[in-house]
């Protein structure tokens, strides 16, 4: 494999260095800072690499690890490539919704009293003031869709804390553009994204899993696979179902 080595893309002060190694059509963003172990992430939507390893860590022992992992960073590129993407919405009658993985469609009911959402069979019902811009509509229903979370996240955090041993400090419900999930070891906080509100609770369930199992191992390495395989032996089948999905026409995978 021919490489063209390492070239600076930015110092941003003594412990952080950023760096962009070429591997014939592949770009690597490798950052070196005080960490011990080496970590490989594939980004969506294009499958950018990025890698961020220890600062003593020489050049060619990084170059070697990224060829290592070759034939793994093109796999993850092209399950990110290929999975389908919702089309923008317009927040418009008879637009295709999601709500806990089941698809519903979207009537907008115009109305002078205070806006609210309702399921009713197949229908996502938005009672909302006449006039209001497709932004207030979009802006309404993410709130919904968040408060849904924040509603089933606490019985899943309570099931599941005695069985790995571990406690959450905190939880938090955002919109994030590169993750399902993510976890401070050291806080005991655990963040969700939004859109996991779309997705059957199945999966749900496997990202609270995922980001609690991090408290007893911060990495992606053997251990936390193991302790995944241990607690939730079905957890590739429910990944590879969420990432199977449609996902924001911006956006990504896991």
């Known amino acids: 494999m021919k490489s063209n080595g390492f070239s600076p893309s930015l110092n941003s002060n003594v412990t952080t260095e950023i760096l962009t190694m070429k591997l014939n ?3 690597v963003e490798i950052i070196q800072k005080n960490i011990k172990n080496v970590h490989l992430s594939v980004y969506p939507p294009d499958g950018r690499v990025k890698v961020s390893a220890p600062s003593s860590m020489s050049q060619d022992t990084i170059r070697v690890f990224v060829i290592s992992k ?12 290929a999975q389908e993407r919702e089309a923008p919405r317009e927040y418009l009658d008879r637009e295709s919704h999601y709500v806990w993985g089941k698809r519903y469609l979207l009537k907008i009911q ?7 959402i309702e399921l009713k069979h197949n229908k996502l019902v938005l009672s909302i003031r006449p006039g209001v811009a497709q932004e207030k509509k979009r802006d309404f229903l993410e709130a919904w869709y968040r408060e849904n979370l924040k509603q089933a996240i606490p019985a899943m955090i309570e099931k599941w804390q005695p069985r790995l041993g571990v406690r959450v400090n905190r939880f ?6 590169t993750k399902w999930g993510s ?9 969700l994204n939004t859109e996991l509100a779309k997705k059957p609770l199945a999966c749900l369930e496997y990202i609270v899993v995922h980001e609690m199992t991090h408290l007893l191992e911060p990495t992606h390495n053997s251990r936390f696979v193991g302790l995944m395989d241990q607690f939730m032996p079905k957890w590739r089948f429910y990944r590879d179902e969420l990432n199977r999905l449609p996902v924001r026409h911006e956006e990504w995978g896991y």
């Open 172 to 177: 938090y419900v955002q919109r994030m553009k």
């Open 110 to 116: 115009e109305t002078d009293a205070p806006s609210k």
């Open 183 to 191: 976890c401070s070891f050291h806080s005991g906080n655990i963040r």
């Open 25 to 27: 059509e592949l770009d």
């Open 70 to 81: 070759l034939g793994w960073i093109k796999k993850q590129q092209n399950k990110l490539r």
